[in-house]
């Protein structure tokens, strides 16, 4: 019940417009590295010195007009330009939505190859975030697309769509971010149950560990973790072959923790105005999560 509420409110535009004129609030501050760039590439030295790499996300969605989708790409753009003037340990996440691709497939495209052919020159990776089920083969692709000319560019598969088995075949050779899922789809083309969703994704996992490209693991269930550190060791998996990623804000002892035994570890950094629909999706995976909520409403 909870989950569908707030996934629900992170789909509210009229929510979403008014929560970027009143900046970081309900506590987003805990998950969200700040509204502009200059704050994440604070955030971003300070993991880099625990041996954290990030991937940063510039927030934005719902964008339906062709100016905003262009602005979203400058901004990316300056994202990239300036993770290499700073030297960090950084490359970029974005979502073809945020790029226009809900207002023409052509134009998004193009604003895409922009972005990565300007990372490609300092060899930096670009992830094609997943959005819901009506924009996956697009974004798919676009990958296609762009993976003619460029080679710094990969996706995500969601372990929840039944379809992400025969995804993750035909992606392979692709450096991967694996995940659950985080919107909500019909039974028709995803597994509701958690259940089902967890067994899908340690398939989806050890898969790619055996088959793949590099795999990026992306999860706060220590579940997960636990059974990938072993999978990898009883198969002789290199350390530099998969990295554990999670989100800003969340685990952070976990995290820190992960690094220090050795591992890769990658953290998600978003940041930016546009904060609403993300913290909200944060809500809908995790209940407790309101508990951020509660300390900044009860805290003067
Ligand atoms: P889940 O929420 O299922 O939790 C499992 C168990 O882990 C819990 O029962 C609890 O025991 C423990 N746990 C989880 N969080 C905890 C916490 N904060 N503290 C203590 N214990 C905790 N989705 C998508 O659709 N497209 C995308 O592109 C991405 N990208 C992405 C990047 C990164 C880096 C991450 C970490 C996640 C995404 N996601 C995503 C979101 C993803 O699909 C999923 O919704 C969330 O990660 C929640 O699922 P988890 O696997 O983290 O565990």
Redesign the pocket.
């Known amino acids: 019940m909870l989950k569908e509420f707030f996934i629900g409110l992170s789909q509210n535009q009229f929510l979403n417009a008014a929560a970027q004129k009143y900046g970081l609030k309900l506590g987003a501050q805990s998950v969200v590295a700040g509204t502009d760039i200059h704050e994440a590439i604070e955030t971003i030295k300070e993991l880099n010195k625990n041996g954290i790499s990030a991937t940063v996300d510039n927030l934005g969605e719902f964008v339906y007009d062709r100016e905003e989708a262009t602005a979203a790409k400058n901004q990316i753009l300056n994202v990239v330009e300036a993770i290499h003037e700073a030297g960090v340990d950084a490359h970029v996440s974005l979502k073809a939505s945020q790029l226009g691709l809900d207002i023409d497939y052509d134009f998004a495209l193009s604003n895409l190859r922009e972005i990565v052919a300007a990372a490609s020159k300092y060899d930096m990776f670009v992830n094609i975030?997943?959005e819901d089920y009506a924009r996956l083969q697009p974004s798919f692709d676009i990958l296609d697309e762009l993976s003619k000319d460029y080679g710094n560019v990969g996706t995500?598969i969601?372990a929840y769509f039944h379809r992400a088995e025969d995804d993750i075949r035909d992606y392979k050779d692709y450096r991967l971010?694996i995940?659950?899922?985080?919107?909500k789809e019909p039974a028709s083309v995803a597994y509701t149950e958690k259940e089902d969703i967890d067994r899908n994704f340690i398939k989806l996992i050890e898969y790619h560990l055996l088959h793949g490209k590099f795999t990026s693991i992306?999860?706060?269930?220590?579940h997960?973790i636990d059974h990938v550190k072993k999978f990898a060791e009883e198969n002789n998996i290199p350390r530099d072959q998969f990295e554990f990623?999670?989100?800003y804000g969340?685990?952070r002892d976990m995290q820190l923790e992960l690094a220090k035994e050795g591992y890769l570890f990658t953290t998600?950094v978003p940041f930016g105005k546009d904060w609403y629909g993300y913290f909200m999706r944060r809500l809908a995976?995790?209940p407790q999560n309101l508990n951020l909520v509660a300390k900044q409403v009860f805290t003067p």
């Open positions: 975030d997943m995500v969601q971010r995940v659950k899922g985080a919107y992306a999860t706060h269930d220590h997960v990623q999670m989100l969340f685990r998600y995976e995790r």
